[in-house]
Protein backbone atom coordinates (compact mmCIF):
# COMPACT_ATOMS: atom_id res chain seq x y z
CA UNK A 1 0.00 0.00 0.00
CA UNK A 2 1.37 3.08 -0.93
CA UNK A 3 2.19 5.62 2.27
CA UNK A 4 2.69 9.51 1.77
CA UNK A 5 5.68 10.22 3.54
CA UNK A 6 7.32 13.59 4.03
CA UNK A 7 10.85 14.30 4.08
CA UNK A 8 12.77 15.76 7.02
CA UNK A 9 16.50 16.35 7.56
CA UNK A 10 18.98 18.78 7.85
CA UNK A 11 19.92 21.10 4.29
CA UNK A 12 23.00 20.11 4.89
CA UNK A 13 22.04 16.60 3.09
CA UNK A 14 19.97 17.79 0.43
CA UNK A 15 21.80 15.64 -2.15
CA UNK A 16 21.11 12.49 -0.36
CA UNK A 17 17.84 13.54 0.83
CA UNK A 18 17.08 14.40 -3.05
CA UNK A 19 17.89 10.19 -3.79
CA UNK A 20 16.22 9.02 -0.75
CA UNK A 21 13.61 10.87 -1.79
CA UNK A 22 13.53 8.61 -5.36
CA UNK A 23 14.55 5.31 -3.89
CA UNK A 24 11.31 5.49 -2.07
CA UNK A 25 9.24 7.08 -4.54
CA UNK A 26 10.16 4.35 -6.72
CA UNK A 27 9.01 1.44 -4.57
CA UNK A 28 5.58 3.48 -4.83
CA UNK A 29 4.93 6.28 -2.33
CA UNK A 30 4.09 9.77 -2.91
CA UNK A 31 7.24 11.41 -0.99
CA UNK A 32 6.51 15.32 0.22
CA UNK A 33 9.83 17.21 -0.30
CA UNK A 34 11.07 20.43 1.89
CA UNK A 35 11.37 23.37 -0.25
CA UNK A 36 15.13 24.07 -0.84
CA UNK A 37 16.45 26.91 -1.60
CA UNK A 38 18.18 26.96 -5.10
CA UNK A 39 17.74 30.25 -7.20
CA UNK A 40 21.11 32.09 -7.41
CA UNK A 41 21.21 35.30 -6.31
CA UNK A 42 18.03 35.84 -4.30
CA UNK A 43 17.61 37.04 -0.97
CA UNK A 44 15.49 34.83 1.53
CA UNK A 45 13.64 36.73 4.12
CA UNK A 46 13.51 36.05 7.36
CA UNK A 47 9.60 35.97 6.67
CA UNK A 48 10.03 33.87 3.61
CA UNK A 49 11.89 31.63 5.72
CA UNK A 50 9.00 31.41 8.36
CA UNK A 51 6.85 30.65 5.88
CA UNK A 52 8.31 27.72 4.23
CA UNK A 53 9.21 26.35 8.17
CA UNK A 54 5.42 26.60 8.10
CA UNK A 55 4.89 24.91 5.10
CA UNK A 56 7.20 22.03 6.14
CA UNK A 57 4.97 21.58 8.96
CA UNK A 58 1.89 21.22 6.69
CA UNK A 59 3.61 18.58 4.58
CA UNK A 60 3.97 16.65 7.72
CA UNK A 61 -0.11 16.90 8.77
CA UNK A 62 -0.63 15.48 5.36
CA UNK A 63 2.05 12.50 5.51
CA UNK A 64 1.41 9.48 6.91
CA UNK A 65 4.70 9.41 7.81
CA UNK A 66 7.99 11.36 8.03
CA UNK A 67 10.89 9.78 6.87
CA UNK A 68 14.27 11.21 9.06
CA UNK A 69 17.89 11.52 6.87
CA UNK A 70 20.09 11.27 9.78
CA UNK A 71 23.16 10.89 8.13
CA UNK A 72 25.83 9.73 10.31
CA UNK A 73 23.20 10.12 12.49
CA UNK A 74 22.92 13.95 12.63
CA UNK A 75 19.70 15.22 13.46
CA UNK A 76 19.52 19.21 14.04
CA UNK A 77 17.09 21.12 16.00
CA UNK A 78 14.74 22.17 13.38
CA UNK A 79 14.62 18.58 12.28
CA UNK A 80 14.24 17.75 15.97
CA UNK A 81 11.24 19.82 16.01
CA UNK A 82 9.82 18.07 13.12
CA UNK A 83 9.89 15.20 14.99
CA UNK A 84 8.38 16.12 18.38
CA UNK A 85 5.50 17.60 15.91
CA UNK A 86 5.47 14.18 13.58
CA UNK A 87 4.71 12.59 17.19
CA UNK A 88 2.47 14.68 18.81
CA UNK A 89 0.18 14.17 15.53
CA UNK A 90 0.37 10.55 15.85
CA UNK A 91 2.89 10.03 12.80
CA UNK A 92 5.11 7.20 12.17
CA UNK A 93 8.57 7.92 12.39
CA UNK A 94 11.03 6.47 9.80
CA UNK A 95 14.86 6.89 10.52
CA UNK A 96 16.68 6.49 7.48
CA UNK A 97 20.03 4.98 9.12
CA UNK A 98 17.85 2.85 10.69
CA UNK A 99 16.42 1.45 6.88
CA UNK A 100 20.23 1.36 5.80
CA UNK A 101 21.28 -0.89 8.80
CA UNK A 102 18.16 -3.37 8.23
CA UNK A 103 18.33 -2.99 4.47
CA UNK A 104 14.36 -2.58 4.74
CA UNK A 105 13.71 -0.42 1.91
CA UNK A 106 10.46 -1.92 1.79
CA UNK A 107 8.07 1.15 3.21
Given at each position: ???????????????????????????????????????????????????????????I??????????????I????????????????????????????????
Open positions: MMKIITLCGSFKFKKEMMEIAEKIALKGNCIITPTYHVIEDYEITDEQLRKLKEEHFKKELADAILVVNVKNYGDSTNLEIEYAKKLGKEIIYYTDLIKEKLYKI
